[in-house]
């Protein structure tokens, strides 16, 4: 394992966080994220990052240099940090969602009264508002 993190670095596969601040690039999974298009590129070689910016961004990005290109990168990874928030809260909407429709049929499953059953249906309602 050693041996195969040293042929990375030696091959300038592993991420440089001073490609934030020269490219716009975050580390993310284990990839290169574009902040400003956030596009993912798939083999972390500067050579690949310098070439994004180069081609993609760095007319509009170029002048942009000190106190006011750390703020442009603040922004722009606090802006794909909610990104990715929003789909973390999705997903566990989508969970309670489920567990608590599972819950509701175990209840109809046991009961074995049909849904038109008053009680029944008021037993559901309180599951599902938990």
Not at 87 to 107: D, P
């Amino acid at each position: 394992m050693a041996s195969k993190k040293r042929k990375l670095a030696e091959e300038n596969r592993v991420f440089n966080d001073a490609w934030t601040d020269l490219y716009f690039f975050i580390n993310c999974n284990g990839k290169p994220l574009c902040l400003i298009c956030q596009k993912t590129l798939t083999i972390q070689k500067e050579y690949n990052v310098k070439r994004h910016y180069d081609s993609e961004h760095k007319a509009k990005f170029a002048c942009v240099v000190g106190e006011s290109r750390k703020n442009k990168i603040n922004a722009l990874k606090s802006s794909v940090k909610n990104q990715q928030n929003v789909f973390k809260v999705q997903v566990q909407s989508n969970e309670s969602n489920i567990r608590a429709s599972l819950r509701v049929a175990e209840i109809l499953a046991k009961s074995g009264r049909p849904f038109t059953d008053s009680e029944l249906i008021k037993q559901c309602a309180l599951v599902m508002a938990e």
